[in-house]
C-alpha cells in the first residue's frame, strides 16, 4: 500500500468537513399593512425555525420625543432585535425596523407595542442556508429631506445580504418601485423595499419618487448570511495520484 493513501484519506475529510457556503437569502413571502394602535399581523404560511423574520413600522402622531416600542410573535420566544430607527421631531412619525431569527416552526401572529401612536406594521420572512443570519451594523444609516426624490445610498458590505429600507413621507405618494429593489411595503405615504446582493461593496442606492414633493425621511438596515472562506496555506496543496 502506498504511503500517500492515508494522507490523502485525511486530506480528503477534511475538505469535506469543510462549511457548505451558505444559499442566496430570498425572501419567502410578505404580509401587507395592518394598522391600528398595537397592530397585529399575521403570516399566511409556516415560518421554519432559522429563518429570519422582519417587521416594518411606520407609526404616527408618537409625541415630542421618541418611542420605545417592541415585537413579539406567538411561535418564537423573545423580543425581535431592533434594526433601526428614525423620528422625526416636526411630524412626531416614527419609523421602526426589527428583526428576528425565528426559533420555532409555525405560522406566527406578530404584534407590535406602542405606548402612543396610530402604527403601520408589515411583514417579511428571509430564507437563506445554513449559516447564521447577522445584523449589519456598518450599513445602517437614515436620510431625510424635503424633495420629490427620497433618496439613500446603499453598499452592501457583506457577501449574501439584504438591505432593507423602510421610508415614509408627508408630501405626495411612492409611485413607483425604485430600480434594483423589490417592493415589501405597498403603496401610499409608507414605503418598504429590500435589495439582495451578492457580493460585498455592491453600490445599489436607492431612489424612489414622490407624486410630489414634502418631508420624508428612510430607514437604512442590513442582514447577512454568508459562510467564513476557508483559510489555506498560500502555497496551496495538490494531492498526487498513487497506486
Do not use: R
Request: glycine share 10%; with cysteine; net charge negative.
Amino acid at each position: 500500500e502506498s504511503p500517500m493513501k492515508p494522507l490523502k484519506a485525511l486530506l480528503i475529510s477534511a475538505i469535506l468537513a469543510l462549511p457548505l457556503p451558505c444559499l442566496a437569502l430570498t425572501v419567502a413571502q410578505t404580509v401587507g399593512q395592518v394598522k391600528g394602535t398595537n397592530p397585529s399581523s399575521a403570516f399566511t404560511a409556516s415560518v421554519a425555525s432559522g429563518t429570519v423574520v422582519v417587521a416594518i413600522i411606520e407609526c404616527g402622531d408618537v409625541g415630542g420625543s421618541p418611542i420605545s416600542t417592541a415585537v413579539a410573535d406567538n411561535v418564537s420566544s423573545g423580543a425581535y432585535t431592533l434594526l433601526g430607527q428614525q423620528y422625526d421631531s416636526v411630524s412626531h412619525i416614527q419609523n421602526d425596523t426589527y428583526w428576528k431569527i425565528a426559533n420555532a416552526t409555525g405560522t406566527p401572529t406578530v404584534t407590535l407595542t406602542a405606548p402612543s401612536g396610530y402604527c403601520s406594521l408589515s411583514l417579511l420572512q428571509v430564507i437563506g442556508g445554513t449559516c447564521t443570519p447577522t445584523s449589519d451594523s456598518a450599513i445602517a444609516n437614515t436620510a431625510a429631506g424635503s424633495t420629490a426624490t427620497v433618496a439613500i445610498n446603499a453598499t452592501s458590505t457583506q457577501n449574501n445580504e439584504i438591505m432593507i429600507a423602510n421610508a415614509f413621507s408627508l408630501g405626495g405618494y411612492f409611485s413607483a418601485t425604485p430600480t434594483g429593489w423589490s417592493a415589501n411595503l405597498a403603496g401610499g405615504t409608507y414605503g418598504g423595499w429590500d435589495a439582495i446582493e451578492a457580493s460585498s461593496g455592491t453600490a445599489n442606492n436607492l431612489s424612489a419618487t414622490l407624486s410630489a414633493a414634502g418631508d420624508w425621511a428612510v430607514i437604512l438596515g442590513g442582514i447577512y448570511d454568508a459562510a467564513a472562506a476557508p483559510a489555506f496555506h498560500s502555497g496551496g496543496f495538490a494531492l498526487s495520484p498513487s497506486n
